[in-house]
């Protein structure tokens, strides 16, 4: 079985049909192609545009009425599913598109990618990314499939996926169970020359719970370092979770910012502005620390804006908002953010509330000098 195939067997498993379209030649509406899930993904050779349905179906719903003439429609190629013909799904997936994300007016393929890895190094790695010729399109897919059985689960995964979206910073209008995306193996005619709709990652086995993705949602929105500082620095610092839907949030609390910095060699400055780290290439250049300027810190977060710091991202815009969550990711774990979550778990787990903030990350760091002194357990 090829990638393509396998791709939409995962996304349409349990169900019976998807469909393939292409907008029609000078119309606003697009003409359908339906398939029976299993057999094969091609599109017919005339077709300048291919999309795909990113969720399967039951049955093709032959009940819609026609705009025009009021009645049911009866031909296949002229129906589209909706969203209440959706019943099951197998993955939450968002859009990037590159002209949207203020990469400026000239941007290279790669400036572009940066930049919505960049978006994606807070949240659990896509399952499957695919690079649409104008952006990036991404897919989460799921341990089980996500039965839509009932009013309450539709509003339940309707709003997990709106807060996906919203967290994740993609193309709002691209979160609708009934979306159709670009097909991998086709082409975007859209530019010249035409570019290839091609996988740029493809991890079947990754895989996610319901569960599992809702431990990022909190407040409403999606919990990801960059907009927990923001909510932080707005209603002032919560009280530390210890549910797992909060460990970001509590890891950011018990690890203050600026000390996170300092351990890390930057220097902080009074007027709310910081240096990078030395590095080799600073050696003959006498350069006062003390005075120079990287990046703006605001208690909670801080934002890169010299491409020689360590946490700047290039295509992120003005600047690389990061927190402490954030450098934990970045330094300790290499950008895995999988793994760093599950040390800011374990370090977050149980938390006494008679430890000062910074005194966990003391403990960890020094545990072989000072565990013989210490007066309360470590964490499991």
């Not at 590095?279 to 491409?307: C, E, Q």
């Not at 950008?335 to 990350?361: C, H, I, M, S």
């Amino acid at each position: 079985m090829d990638e393509v195939s396998e791709f939409l067997s995962l996304l349409h498993r349990g169900s019976k049909w998807w469909y393939l379209a292409t907008p029609a030649p000078g119309a606003n509406y697009f003409t359908m192609d339906w398939r029976m899930c299993g057999r094969d993904h091609r599109p017919p050779i005339s077709w300048t545009a291919s999309y795909f349905s990113v969720n399967g179906l039951d049955a093709i719903p032959m009940n819609h009425i026609g705009k025009q003439s009021g009645k049911p429609i009866k031909i296949p190629r002229c129906i589209r599913a909706r969203e209440d013909d959706i019943t099951k799904t197998n993955c939450l997936f968002a859009e990037f598109d590159f002209k949207s994300m203020n990469l400026g007016a000239e941007f290279s393929r790669q400036t572009a990618l940066d930049a919505v890895a960049l978006r994606l190094s807070e949240h659990p790695a896509p399952s499957v990314q695919v690079f649409s010729g104008g952006g990036v399109h991404c897919y989460w897919l799921l341990d089980d499939t996500f039965l839509l059985s009932s009013e309450e689960a539709r509003n339940t995964f309707n709003r997990l996926e709106r807060m996906w979206v919203a967290g994740l910073g993609s193309d709002p209008a691209v979160k609708d169970l009934a979306r159709v995306l670009r097909l991998p193996g086709t082409k975007n005619l859209k530019y010249s020359p035409a570019r290839n709709v091609e996988f740029l990652s493809f991890n079947p086995d990754q895989t996610y719970s319901i569960d599992e993705l809702t431990t990022h949602c909190n407040d409403g929105m999606p919990l990801t370092p960059a907009l927990e500082a923001a909510r932080m620095h707005r209603t002032g610092a919560p009280e530390i979770p210890t549910d797992a839907g909060g460990v970001i949030g509590a890891y950011n609390k018990l690890y203050p910012l600026d000390q996170e910095m300092i351990d890390r060699g930057y220097t902080i400055h009074d007027n709310g502005k910081y240096c990078r780290p030395p590095i080799p290439d600073d050696v003959g250049r006498n350069l006062d620390y003390t005075t120079k300027v990287s990046g703006w810190f605001d208690g909670d977060r801080a934002g890169a804006l010299s491409s020689s710091d360590p946490m700047f991202v290039p295509g992120a815009g003005i600047s690389t908002v990061f927190t402490s969550f954030s450098m934990l990711v970045k330094f300790e774990h290499s950008g895995d953010f999988a793994a760093a979550l599950l040390e800011a778990r374990r370090l977050t787990k149980n938390v006494a509330k008679d430890w000062t903030p910074y005194q966990l990350r003391r403990t960890e760091r020094e545990l072989n000098e000072e565990v013989t002194s210490l007066q309360f357990p470590l964490p499991e």
